[in-house]
């Protein structure tokens, strides 16, 4: 894992790249490589790289150049087939310099340019300038596990970098809030396409290659996820079981290759349990696993990572957060993530990662099951309403669906059976738009609608939330409604969390795999029947048939639990005064982008404890505090203490 970037003027700029510009970019991210450092500079375009140093770690330094001195190149990433495609290339007669798969890239591009990132099965973005032809090439891998943004500036020249703060340090741009990615943030917890809530910084799509010639940009798709039935119709459940038993196992060796050292995030929850089972058959050496949690009981889960470990004989590690170490986290986490913390979860994941370097350099997670394999409950919680709402507003009059949703608004606000009832299609439309984005939204449409001032509603000019939501329902090949859904939310909300997990890994330098990502185990689930992956309640099927008699049957067995966080016992409690200093302080009001009187009445609901409001008190807390980290420039942002007296008037 490492942080890469660089400058390219193009003629008319009239520029050279200074090589201090280089050294505060690189620099800005020696979280993401402190083992070693790089920068080449040629008149008008620059490279510089930070190194984590995990195959050939003698060798391997970067920016690495072929044999001609035509082609350099800043990579960040793993190849866990470079192996393969190495003996491929020396029987073609390349002579290698070194073990490190960015050798590989290298010379796999001399022969194949840009149809090289065809035959890299792995996580990678990289960056190759041409000296030859004057053209740099961008490259980001399939499902996005590896960051890559860019400014294109109005004179044609590009900044690229692993992280945005570096294209601030290089003043390619000045950080100003994107108004038109704010309902997209609001409601899915982040944007969801190709921009960012930074104007003017966009980010290479997964799946997607940049290339750019003296100020033209060229962006292409190489890879997309298709849902058309890819195993033979003869095939039974139990062949396609065993067949994704197989595959998994094989993506878990290929993430074993290192020359330092690995361990497993464990969770305690099937995914990463899984891993856990499979690597501990791989390695002959107790495996390393690291655990989280928090002294809270609703939110203390170790007892079921300790079930996995003791099964495994694992060497098992823990770290329990306190409330205190967390608020105090989150300025410097929303700066490690470029962006408001999208999930609670965050935090939680930089304490175990900084766990974790204490012992290894190389850590296997588990993201991306759910995505693949329907295992969240939303996706049920959708099929159902679908199914039934069509019916229901077929066959009942509009009146009586009208007089329906009127008996369900007066059982009050606080009421358990209205919260319940007004999300399901007796209440909402069951297109989907309605029915899925807006029913698991953050912030739904009506509800931005009376949290966003006048003025904010002018900068965002009726921008949809869910524009690129829409964009991908329409075009994926998915036969299914619950395929379309999972392509969706690979293509969106996976690369949130994505994101999340190597930002906070990066946190505490240390590099982060996901063998339940690799590209040709995502192909061959997405082509199962969807009966394997989601059959009535039980979610995961095929991964669970498929961990029978190896997990054990307290983890088999578990239903999906989001990473408990108290933050909304905390937000009611000591955190009260923090809340309310952020979110309805002078700072927040002055903005003039949210209606004070609504983010009131949030509080005031969520600290009463009359309607649940944690992921949107949530949201606009990691708001503001980016606004001063980055709008602000404030770079030591300092969290409010709530007053002792405060604590005691809660409390009773």
């Not at 195959?55 to 350099?72: F, K, N």
């Not at 990579?75 to 310099?97: D, Q, T, V």
């Not at 002294?295 to 957060?321: F, I, M, P, S, W």
């Not at 933050?567 to 955190?575: A, K, L, T």
């Amino acid at each position: 894992m490492c942080g890469i970037c660089g400058i390219a003027f193009s003629a008319r700029s009239r520029c050279t790249v200074d090589a201090l510009d280089l050294v505060r970019m690189r620099d800005t991210m020696t979280h993401r490589g402190p083992d070693d450092c790089g920068i080449f500079n040629q008149g008008r375009v620059g490279l510089a790289h930070r190194r984590l140093s995990i195959i050939d770690v003698a060798g391997g330094h970067q920016p690495m150049h072929d044999d001609s001195g035509s082609l350099h190149i800043v990579y960040n990433g793993e190849i866990y087939n470079h192996a393969e495609l190495r003996a491929s290339l020396e029987r073609r007669g390349h002579h290698y310099r070194t073990r490190c798969d960015t050798e590989t890239i290298l010379r796999l591009y001399q022969e194949e340019g840009p149809r090289a990132v065809d035959q890299l099965r792995g996580m990678f973005a990289f960056a190759i300038w041409d000296s030859r032809r004057e053209e740099l090439f961008l490259a980001r891998d399939r499902v996005g596990e590896k960051p890559l943004y860019y400014v294109h500036a109005d004179d044609g020249s590009l900044y690229f970098a692993s992280e945005i703060k570096a294209l601030f340090a290089a003043q390619a741009i000045r950080p100003q809030l994107n108004y038109t990615a704010l309902p997209d943030y609001l409601a899915n917890r982040a944007a969801s396409g190709a921009a960012t809530l930074f104007a003017g910084v966009q980010r290479l799509p997964p799946g997607h290659t940049l290339r750019w010639r003296d100020g033209a940009l060229e962006i292409r798709e190489y890879w997309d996820l298709s849902f058309a039935p890819a195993r033979g119709a003869n095939q039974t459940d139990e062949e396609l079981i065993a067949e994704f038993a197989e595959r998994f196992t094989e993506s878990v060796r290929m993430r074993l290759m290192s020359d330092v050292p690995l361990g497993v995030f464990l969770s305690g929850g099937i995914d990463s349990a899984s891993i856990a089972a499979v690597m501990s058959r791989l390695v002959d050496e107790p495996i390393k696993t690291f655990s989280v949690g928090f002294a809270e009981q609703e939110a203390n889960e170790l007892q079921h990572a300790r079930t996995v470990a003791a099964a495994y004989g694992t060497d098992h590690h823990e770290v329990v957060v306190s409330p205190d170490e967390f608020r105090d986290a989150l300025p410097t986490l929303v700066w490690h993530e470029d962006r408001p913390l999208s999930h609670a979860g965050s935090v939680p994941l930089y304490f175990v990662a900084r766990l974790a370097t204490d012992h290894v350099k190389v850590v296997l997670t588990g993201e991306g099951s759910d995505e693949l394999l329907a295992g969240y409950e939303r996706y049920a919680k959708t099929l159902y309403n679908v199914h039934l709402g069509d019916h229901y507003h077929r066959v009942v009059p509009a009146s009586v669906r009208r007089a329906v949703r009127g008996a369900v608004e007066h059982l009050g606000v606080g009421s358990l059976a209205r919260r319940k009832l007004e999300r399901t299609f007796l209440c909402i439309p069951p297109d989907l738009p309605s029915i899925y984005c807006d029913n698991f939204a953050v912030f739904p449409r009506a509800l931005q609608a009376q949290l966003l001032t006048p003025a904010t509603k002018e900068q965002v000019a009726g921008a949809d939330p869910y524009r690129v939501m829409r964009e991908h329902l329409e075009r994926t090949d998915a036969g299914t409604l619950l395929d379309r859904l999972l392509y969706v939310d690979i293509k969106t909300y996976l690369h949130e969390l994505l994101m999340k997990q190597d930002k906070m890994s990066m946190a505490a330098s240390i590099e982060s795999r996901v063998p339940f990502l690799d590209h040709r185990l995502v192909e061959f689930t997405a082509g199962l029947p969807a009966r394997l992956k989601l059959q009535r309640a039980t979610t995961k099927r095929i991964l669970r048939e498929s961990m029978k008699g190896v997990l054990p049957p307290s983890i088999l067995t578990r239903p999906k639990v989001g990473f408990p966080v108290p933050v909304g016992s905390w937000f009611r409690g000591r955190w009260r005064g923090m809340v309310t200093e952020l979110v309805l302080g002078e700072r927040a009001r002055r903005r003039g982008i949210f209606n004070p009187d609504v983010v009131r009445r949030l509080v005031g609901e969520h600290v009463s404890g009359r309607v649940e409001h944690m992921e949107r008190l949530w949201a606009l807390v990691n708001f503001e505090l980016w606004l001063r980290r980055f709008v602000d420039g404030e770079e030591d942002v300092r969290m409010p203490q709530a007053p002792a007296v405060a604590h005691a008037r809660v409390a009773g």
